[in-house]
């Protein structure tokens, strides 16, 4: 059972449990306030019925005659006649010591008994010497429907003479008793359903409330709101399941993605209904197509996924993915406007082209991927040549992985001189990484994977701790820059790293210089501008890399107080090209960094004709092949000792004119 089934299931038990406990409640109110009044009825007409038999005991002075069967006396007879015209006593019975009845005095007569009648209860209360009481209800007409008898005994000289029987109508008193116990069972019952149902009223509400919110919470959870598709991630699961199912049942899983052409301009030219109407169409004629088996999910934007169950070869694969192709490719009106979607379809068959729903994900992705750089329109299977590509990938993927947890990176400082008086000013810190081989991967390749698996923050961390403890050991003069990717930002706290890396070198912050790029600040700029500027404060420099490459890099310039920006390598390379605005744009860069006290470094300087063109600008700092090509750390102490001697700080090496490097090794 689903837990949404589960959740069900519980609350129908607590409200059926809820409800039995309020009837519950409301008959055992019921039952406790009939017996209360029963009880209270009865004492009281117990109560009348006694007072009524003794006062008659202590008002008749022959009772013993009486009892003895003689005829009242006067005084009597006339006590008798005024007793039975007042009051709710109906009958008086007077019986004799053996308990049976000798005089009956009721509204029709007073008279002796001609047939005397034995009563029990007489006899009881000659025997016991105590008053008994009787309540009843009448079943002849000629007496009330409810009635009380009190029998009390008269005792003479110590000796029981006669039994004094009074009858009390209680039919009057019970209806009023009645009418109140209605009224207060009415009441408290009210009052306990209140207490008791309005609370649980409301709990069942807010529960089921709650259920509902879950409910919807765990369906957008697993689907995609706009289609109503699954997403993803519950896709990958599913189809994990399938896989296995498939490997017992000896049916194959083709996954068919489904790109839909030229979405963005669907968008821009109908706006984000039109593009909205035309996903919502491509779900729709996915499901048509597709079997109950099969599972289609929204993968994201605009890529659908189609993971059709039990194929038996390519073949049918490929029928499917046209069959697809056809039905998605129908015109679809909106509006009084007609939308012209073609889609691109990859396809991927298990298992021969993955085994695992990443895999086969992955698989199907290249393929509507080499769909789309093929033209569009079309159907394409996953293939051997893009299977090369996959494995090339993931072989660097596990490169970085390893490398990360193995920290088998290292850095290359490259150095950074000052141009008027060629003397050196510190180094820019570069990754690298070697494969099985010894071969350098570029970082152009390794770092935005190793940003795509999240793992950058770490190496980032890593390149810090290890750049400062570098320059920790050099002249305090010299400063060490390193390189920020936008991931640092947002995979951990920067300005602690920094912190961090800064304390255990104990080298000092003023050495140090952060390098990002405008990317940084394309998007959530507050939160990192805010960052940068705890880091400034700290003593850390902030340096503009890459300027000049981005679309609105002067923009970026006012955003941030920078200390330094750093002029991309691509315009010592287009120096002396076909485009001469490169050497107006570079002098204008230099000229306003001047203006707005930002150093200018100018990278890439690979000529002696750039140099001399960047010492004509009065560029300030420079780093390039010409200068210096990324070194180890044990070399760079080499060109430390070199520039030192080269200022004549140093005398010159023994030997004369070897290079300073033979000298140190
Ligand atoms: P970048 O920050 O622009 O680094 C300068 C790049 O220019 C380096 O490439 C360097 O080797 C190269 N270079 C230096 N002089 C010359 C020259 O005269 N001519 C030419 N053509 N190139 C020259 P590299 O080492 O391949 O680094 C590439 C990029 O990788 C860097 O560009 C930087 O964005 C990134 N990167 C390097 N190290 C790190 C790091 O530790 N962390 C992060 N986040 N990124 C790094
Ligand atoms: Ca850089
Ligand atoms: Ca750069």
């Given at each position: 059972?689903?837990?949404?089934?589960?959740?069900?299931?519980?609350?129908?038990?607590?409200?059926?449990?809820?409800?039995?406990?309020?009837?519950?409640?409301?008959?055992?109110?019921?039952?406790?306030?009939?017996?209360?009044?029963?009880?209270?009825?009865?004492?009281?007409?117990?109560?009348?019925?006694?007072?009524?038999?003794?006062?008659?005991?202590?008002?008749?002075?022959?009772?013993?005659?009486?009892?003895?069967?003689?005829?009242?006396?006067?005084?009597?007879?006339?006590?008798?006649?005024?007793?039975?015209?007042?009051?709710?006593?109906?009958?008086?019975?007077?019986?004799?010591?053996?308990?049976?009845?000798?005089?009956?005095?009721?509204?029709?007569?007073?008279?002796?008994?001609?047939?005397?009648?034995?009563?029990?209860?007489?006899?009881?209360?000659?025997?016991?010497?105590?008053?008994?009481?009787?309540?009843?209800?009448?079943?002849?007409?000629?007496?009330?429907?409810?009635?009380?008898?009190?029998?009390?005994?008269?005792?003479?000289?110590?000796?029981?003479?006669?039994?004094?029987?009074?009858?009390?109508?209680?039919?009057?008193?019970?209806?009023?008793?009645?009418?109140?116990?209605?009224?207060?069972?009415?009441?408290?019952?009210?009052?306990?359903?209140?207490?008791?149902?309005?609370?649980?009223?409301?709990?069942?509400?807010?529960?089921?409330?709650?259920?509902?919110?879950?409910?919807?919470?765990?369906?957008?959870?697993?689907?995609?709101?706009?289609?109503?598709?699954?997403?993803?991630?519950?896709?990958?699961?599913?189809?994990?399941?399938?896989?296995?199912?498939?490997?017992?049942?000896?049916?194959?899983?083709?996954?068919?993605?489904?790109?839909?052409?030229?979405?963005?301009?669907?968008?821009?030219?109908?706006?984000?209904?039109?593009?909205?109407?035309?996903?919502?169409?491509?779900?729709?004629?996915?499901?048509?197509?597709?079997?109950?088996?099969?599972?289609?999910?929204?993968?994201?934007?605009?890529?659908?996924?189609?993971?059709?169950?039990?194929?038996?070869?390519?073949?049918?694969?490929?029928?499917?993915?046209?069959?697809?192709?056809?039905?998605?490719?129908?015109?679809?009106?909106?509006?009084?406007?007609?939308?012209?979607?073609?889609?691109?379809?990859?396809?991927?068959?298990?298992?021969?082209?993955?085994?695992?729903?990443?895999?086969?994900?992955?698989?199907?992705?290249?393929?509507?991927?080499?769909?789309?750089?093929?033209?569009?329109?079309?159907?394409?299977?996953?293939?051997?040549?893009?299977?090369?590509?996959?494995?090339?990938?993931?072989?660097?993927?596990?490169?970085?992985?390893?490398?990360?947890?193995?920290?088998?990176?290292?850095?290359?400082y490259q150095p950074i001189f000052e141009l008027s008086g060629r003397r050196l000013v510190g180094f820019e810190?570069?990754?690298?990484?070697?494969?099985?081989?010894?071969?350098?991967?570029?970082?152009?390749?390794?770092?935005?994977?190793?940003?795509?698996?999240?793992?950058?923050?770490?190496?980032?961390?890593?390149?810090?701790?290890?750049?400062?403890?570098?320059a920790?050991g050099w002249p305090e003069s010299l400063r060490v820059?390193?390189?920020?990717?936008?991931?640092?930002?947002?995979?951990?706290?920067?300005?602690?790293?920094?912190?961090?890396?800064?304390?255990?070198?104990?080298?000092?912050?003023?050495r140090?210089?952060?390098?990002?790029?405008?990317?940084?600040?394309?998007?959530?700029?507050?939160?990192?501008?805010?960052?940068?500027?705890?880091?400034?404060?700290?003593?850390?420099?902030?340096?503009?890399?890459?300027?000049?490459?981005?679309?609105?890099?002067?923009?970026?310039?006012?955003?941030?107080?920078?200390?330094?920006?750093?002029?991309?390598?691509?315009?010592?390379?287009?120096?002396?090209?076909?485009?001469?605005?490169?050497?107006?744009?570079?002098?204008?860069?230099?000229?306003?960094?001047?203006?707005?006290?930002?150093p200018?470094t100018?990278?890439?300087v690979?000529?002696a004709?750039?140099v001399?063109?960047l010492a004509?600008?009065d560029a300030q700092h420079v780093q390039g092949?010409w200068f210096g090509e990324?070194m180890?750390?044990?070399d760079t102490m080499i060109a430390i000792l070199d520039d030192l001697r080269r200022r004549g700080a140093l005398p010159p090496p023994n030997g004369g004119g070897k290079p300073a490097l033979h000298l140190v090794?």
């Open positions: 059972m689903t837990p949404a089934a589960n959740g069900e299931v519980r609350l129908r038990r607590w409200a059926a449990a809820l409800v039995a406990v309020l009837g519950l409640l409301l008959v055992g109110t019921w039952a406790t306030v009939r017996l209360t009044t029963n009880h209270l009825l009865e004492r009281e007409a117990a109560a009348g019925a006694r007072n009524w038999a003794e006062f008659l005991a202590a008002s008749i002075g022959d009772l013993e005659q009486i009892a003895a069967g003689e005829q009242p006396v006067a005084a009597s007879m006339a006590f008798f006649e005024n007793a039975r015209k007042s009051g709710q006593v109906f009958r008086y019975v007077i019986f004799n010591r053996d308990g049976y009845s000798q005089l009956v005095s009721d509204r029709e007569r007073i008279a002796l008994v001609d047939l005397s009648e034995f009563n029990p209860l007489a006899a009881h209360a000659l025997l016991s010497g105590r008053p008994q009481v009787d309540f009843r209800k009448a079943d002849t007409p000629a007496l009330p429907a409810y009635y009380a008898a009190a029998y009390v005994p008269v005792h003479a000289a110590g000796q029981p003479v006669a039994v004094v029987a009074a009858y009390v109508d209680q039919t009057e008193q019970r209806a009023l008793f009645f009418q109140a116990f209605v009224a207060a069972a009415a009441a408290l019952c009210t009052l306990t359903s209140l207490s008791f149902g309005v609370p649980a009223i409301a709990w069942y509400r807010r529960t089921k409330e709650k259920q509902r919110a879950e409910r919807s919470i765990r369906f957008l959870s697993h689907h995609d709101p706009l289609t109503g598709l699954i997403n993803r991630a519950s896709f990958v699961v599913r189809l994990e399941r399938a896989l296995v199912q498939g490997r017992a049942l000896a049916g194959e899983v083709a996954l068919h993605v489904i790109d839909i052409d030229r979405f963005k301009d669907v968008n821009e030219t109908l706006g984000h209904h039109g593009g909205d109407a035309l996903l919502k169409a491509v779900a729709d004629r996915l499901r048509l197509v597709a079997r109950q088996s099969d599972l289609v999910a929204r993968l994201g934007g605009d890529e659908f996924v189609v993971a059709q169950l039990g194929v038996a070869d390519k073949a049918q694969a490929e029928d499917f993915a046209r069959r697809l192709w056809s039905a998605l490719s129908a015109p679809l009106p909106f509006r009084d406007q007609e939308i012209a979607a073609t889609v691109s379809v990859g396809i991927a068959v298990s298992p021969m082209h993955g085994e695992s729903a990443a895999r086969l994900l992955k698989s199907a992705d290249l393929a509507v991927h080499s769909a789309k750089a093929g033209g569009r329109n079309c159907i394409r299977f996953f293939s051997a040549e893009l299977d090369e590509s996959v494995q090339a990938r993931l072989r660097l993927e596990r490169m970085v992985r390893e490398a990360t947890e193995r920290e088998a990176f290292f850095l290359a810190a570069l990754l690298r990484l070697r494969d099985a081989d010894g071969q350098p991967i570029p970082p152009s390749t390794f770092i935005p994977l190793a940003e795509e698996m999240r793992l950058i923050g770490r190496i980032g961390a890593w390149a810090l701790r290890e750049a400062c403890r570098t920790a820059a390193v390189n920020l990717s936008p991931s640092q930002f947002a995979e951990g706290d920067i300005c602690a790293i920094v912190a961090a890396a800064l304390h255990e070198s104990r080298l000092a912050p003023k140090l210089e952060l390098e990002i790029t405008e990317q940084l600040l394309f998007a959530n700029d507050e939160r990192n501008v805010a960052a940068l500027a705890q880091l400034k404060a700290s003593g850390v420099a902030i340096v503009m890399d890459d300027f000049g490459t981005g679309y609105s890099s002067l923009s970026y310039l006012w955003k941030f107080p920078f200390d330094k920006i750093k002029i991309d390598r691509s315009f010592m390379q287009g120096l002396g090209g076909a485009d001469e605005r490169v050497a107006t744009v570079v002098k204008t860069i230099i000229a306003l960094g001047r203006e707005l006290h930002m200018v100018v990278e890439g690979e000529t004709e750039q001399r063109f004509a600008a092949f990324p180890s750390a044990t090794k």
